[in-house]
């Protein structure tokens, strides 16, 4: 499986920003799609994931901000990222779990205040 992640940029706090990732290879429709953030000095974090069901988990610190979103047909996972705050800045990462755990190459987001 590859993960092909695209969209993070930098921002001005309050901005949005999307940022989207596309599977491919030997893909299973089942699979949990997410995307982690890794802020320097700091632990790869869990943000949002989704479910092919489109069921829904997000970090307490993104809810009511990010939104997270999938096309099974087209095997990609959106993220939605509105009312951005400096703490959000931090490299995002798309993630694929079916039996292993894969990841994309890392996008930056940087949020100025």
């Known amino acids: 499986v590859q993960l092909q992640a695209s969209g993070g940029g930098l921002v001005q706090a309050g901005g949005s920003l999307r940022l989207s990732c596309a599977a491919s290879g030997d893909i299973v429709s089942s699979a949990i799609m997410g995307w982690y953030r890794q802020a320097p000095e700091k632990q790869r974090e869990l943000v949002a994931s989704i479910t092919r069901g489109g069921s829904v988990k997000y970090a307490d610190s993104v809810k009511g901000r990010f939104t997270i979103s999938r096309d099974n047909a087209k095997n990609t996972v959106s993220l939605q990222m509105n009312n951005l705050k400096p703490e959000d800045t931090a490299v995002y990462y798309c993630?694929?779990?079916?039996?292993?755990?894969?990841w994309g190459q890392g996008t930056l987001v940087t949020v100025s205040s």
């Open positions: 993630n694929y779990i079916w039996g292993h755990e894969y």
